[in-house]
C-alpha cells in the first residue's frame, strides 16, 4: 500500500433519498470536520437525484480535499429496486471519486462493526454509542445515516492507521 499524504477521510452510508456522510481527521481522538446528510430532492426524478448526490459529494470533495472516500459495501438487500437504486447511486459515487483522483475503499459490515465497537455483531445503538466516545460528541449522531457514514470513516482510519501521517 502506498503512504497516504492526507489524513481526510470521507465516510458515506450510502442511499437514495438519505445518504448519510462523515468527514473526519486524523488526529487523536479523529476530529469531525463536517457530518450530515446529503440533500437530495425526494419527488425529483432518479436521474435528477443522481445529479444532485453527484454534485454535493464534488462539493464536499472540493472544500475538504479527503484523500480516500470510503463507503459500506451492501450484500444483501430485500427489495430489488432498492438494490439498483442503491447500485446507481454507489456507481455515482465511484464515477466522483475517480473524477477527483481520491481513492475508494470499501468495507463489510463486520469490519466497520468491529472496527468501531470490537464486535463484528454490534447493533446501530452500539455502534452510534462508540461513534461518539471516540469523537468526543456531546451527543450521538443522528439520524442513524450520518452515525453509519462516520463509523466507516474511523473504520477506514483504524484500517489504514499505520499508512496516515499525523498532523
Not at 473526519?24 to 437530495?40: E, K, T
Not at 466497520?112 to 455502534?127: E, N, Y
Not at 456531546?138 to 499505520?162: G, I, M, N, Y
Request: glycine share 6%; proline share 5%.
Amino acid at each position: 500500500m502506498k503512504k497516504i499524504q492526507s489524513s481526510i477521510v470521507l465516510g458515506i452510508d450510502l442511499g437514495t433519498t438519505r445518504m448519510g456522510f462523515g468527514i473526519l481527521q486524523s488526529n487523536d481522538p479523529p476530529r469531525v470536520i463536517q457530518q450530515g446528510i446529503v440533500p437530495v430532492s425526494g419527488s425529483a426524478p432518479f436521474s435528477v437525484q443522481l445529479d444532485e448526490i453527484y454534485r454535493y459529494v464534488q462539493s464536499l470533495l472540493d472544500t475538504h480535499n479527503p484523500n480516500i472516500i470510503a463507503f459500506e459495501d451492501v450484500f444483501f438487500v430485500k427489495n430489488k429496486k432498492t438494490a439498483l437504486d442503491i447500485a446507481s447511486v454507489r456507481g455515482v459515487i465511484l464515477l466522483v471519486a475517480a473524477h477527483s483522483k481520491v481513492e475508494i475503499v470499501r468495507y463489510t459490515p463486520l469490519q466497520v462493526k468491529q472496527a468501531v465497537t470490537g464486535w463484528g455483531r454490534a447493533d446501530k445503538k452500539q455502534v452510534q454509542s462508540m461513534v461518539q466516545t471516540i469523537l468526543k460528541l456531546p451527543e450521538a449522531p443522528k439520524p442513524d445515516d450520518v452515525s453509519d457514514a462516520l463509523a466507516v470513516a474511523l473504520c477506514c482510519l483504524h484500517s489504514h492507521q499505520s499508512l496516515i501521517e499525523s498532523q
